[in-house]
């Protein structure tokens, strides 16, 4: 089974430019999740869709930061325009679960390897 | 308000040696507990989960933790470290539909010949 996709790998910007990401969830996965992790940081959510639709974006800066999800499957996140305190590791994970259902043993996040953005 | 503690930056053990990763949480409902495990360049990769029941899970590659309500606490475990367990381990707490994540800031190892 394919894993979770992310790309680019690496993205190198200047500040007040615009960058974008791409995921491509594990096929099948109805939710799918972006997290920040600024360096010696833990992973922050930052949104979560199911399907096409948001669930919760109550961590995201929506001043400069928009995801989305137009077909239930692929999404990008988008920051436009880019500050220095953006530079992080931007991982994307999917998972079975739905919205409202509770955690077990079937429905576990999987991650992706993560964009590592620099902005200068 | 919701959190992760994890008090140990980085750790260095000797490989062969017993390992013991602290987490503290807190969170006013059950939490859901959970492990990761993040080698460099990879993403994050799930060891044990904790949801209720037994006290003491049983993950992948020999990893253990113990559930303490009494001191909201999920210890990892492991009784004799490899040299390919150097990486970053990350603690994690949720609600239990999921759509709450938190994440600690991490415990870095560093396993010595």
């Known amino acids: 089974e394919a894993g979770v996709a992310q790309s680019p790998r690496y993205k190198i910007i200047e500040k007040r430019q615009s960058v974008a990401f791409w995921c491509n969830p594990i096929?099948?996965?109805?939710?799918l999740y972006w997290y920040q992790q600024i360096l010696g940081q833990g992973p922050k959510l930052l949104i979560q869709f199911q399907n096409n639709g948001v669930v919760d974006d109550s961590q995201l800066p929506k001043d400069r930061f928009s995801a989305e999800r137009l077909k239930g499957v692929d999404s990008t996140l988008k920051i436009q325009p880019a500050k220095l305190e953006d530079s992080a590791v931007y991982l994307c994970a999917s998972s079975p679960r739905l919205a409202g259902e509770l955690l077990g043993s079937y429905n576990e996040q999987f991650f992706g390897p993560g964009t590592r953005l620099t902005v200068l | 308000a919701q959190s992760v503690t994890q008090p140990d930056i980085h750790i260095t053990v000797s490989e062969g040696a017993s390992l013991e990763l602290r987490c503290n949480y807190s969170y006013g409902a059950t939490p859901y507990l959970f492990w990761y495990v993040q080698s460099p360049g990879q993403g994050l990769q799930l060891l044990l989960k904790y949801f209720s029941g037994d006290t003491l899970v049983q993950g992948i590659k020999g990893f253990e933790a113990e559930f303490k309500r009494s001191q909201s606490s999920f210890n990892l475990r492991k009784p004799s470290v490899h040299w390919s367990d150097a990486a970053e381990y990350f603690c994690?707490?949720?609600?239990?539909?999921?759509?709450?994540?938190?994440f600690g800031t991490g415990t870095s190892l560093t396993v010595i010949p």
């Open positions: 096929s099948g996965h109805a939710t």
């Open positions: 994690a707490v949720a609600s239990n539909t999921g759509n709450q994540f938190y």
